[in-house]
């Protein structure tokens, strides 16, 4: 348990919207990159890249390495968290916009909640019982028919693969608390990071999708986007976030499980394009008011 320190009120507010605005933003960035190059391996490389530079900065300052069973432990956060949870999502926004696939990955809490209940006997609180009704309500209305409910919603098959991968994510986080952990959250986060590249990239390569991968793929906007994600997205914003552990209670700090499907969505809306109906309106009132529910009340 992490007990909160004080800090300067403008970090706080730098912090949490570092975390809002660059994770909501992450859900476009992979969209257009995944229409130009393979989802596996690029995402295999952002979080390989990404993942030994923390390392490597963590090492100059003079954090200890991982134990092995701290990197035994770490292979499964990357596996079920790294690869499983962002690989679904770039996978499923080669065909499926990403305002979708961020309201359908922001129940990830209510998976949590119902993993922890299973698995540890954590009774939830009545408002979190109601917050995952109302989450499982907006998911069903995001992939009922259209002819009930009308334009706007996401494959079947695509939401499943979300679901899956949001899924592994909760139950990695859930195991990985009982495994080994280095005393350097950063360091821990660095390792999973690795590993979790290190199988999107075997991913990748039993997809067939080195093949595919030339040089001719790898333009200056498709070289800048990834950086984006690499540096912004899976190094400054998870800075970010531990900052605000530290020093922020639980529920402020994961205040961007509601902010960033909001985010998502107005960027795919102003900057990708992508359409907005009064299904995903509804959807999206239901799934952020659910999941703010979740993350309030969660013990």
Do not use: C
Request: without cysteine; hydrophobic residues 60%; charged residues 10%.
């Amino acid at each position: 348990m992490i007990t909160p320190t004080p800090a300067p009120r403008g970090r706080l507010a730098a912090a949490h919207a570092s975390v809002w605005l660059i994770w909501g933003s992450t859900y476009l960035g992979v969209r257009v990159l995944v229409q130009t190059v393979p989802p596996f391996f690029v995402m295999g490389l952002r979080f390989l890249v990404a993942g030994i530079i923390v390392l490597l900065v963590l090492r100059a300052r003079g954090v200890a390495w991982p134990t092995a069973a701290e990197w035994r432990a770490a292979t499964i956060g990357g596996v079920m968290l790294v690869a499983a949870g962002n690989g679904a999502v770039a996978y499923t926004e080669q065909t499926v916009p990403s305002n979708l696939v961020a309201l359908t990955v922001a129940l990830m809490p209510a998976w949590m909640v119902l993993f922890d209940w299973l698995l540890n006997r954590v009774m939830p609180p009545r408002a979190t019982l109601i917050g995952l009704a109302l989450g499982f309500i907006g998911v069903a209305v995001l992939v009922g028919p259209s002819a009930v409910l009308g334009a706007g919603a996401i494959p079947l098959i695509g939401a499943a693969t979300v679901i899956a991968g949001s899924m592994s994510w909760a139950l990695g986080s859930i195991l990985t608390r009982r495994l080994a952990r280095p005393r350097s959250v950063m360091m821990g986060t660095a390792a999973q990071m690795i590993w979790g590249g290190v199988a999107l990239l075997l991913v990748g390569a039993l997809a067939g999708e080195l093949p595919v991968l030339t040089t001719s793929l790898l333009t200056p906007a498709v070289i800048a986007l990834w950086l984006y994600l690499v540096i912004a997205g899976s190094i400054v914003a998870y800075s970010a976030y531990v900052y605000l552990l530290h020093h922020t209670e639980p529920a402020k700090a994961g205040s961007y499980a509601f902010v960033n499907p909001v985010i998502a969505v107005f960027a795919g809306w102003g900057l990708g394009g992508e359409a907005l109906s009064p299904r995903i309106g509804v959807a999206a009132v239901l799934i952020v008011g659910a999941v703010a529910l979740i993350v309030r009340y969660r013990d």
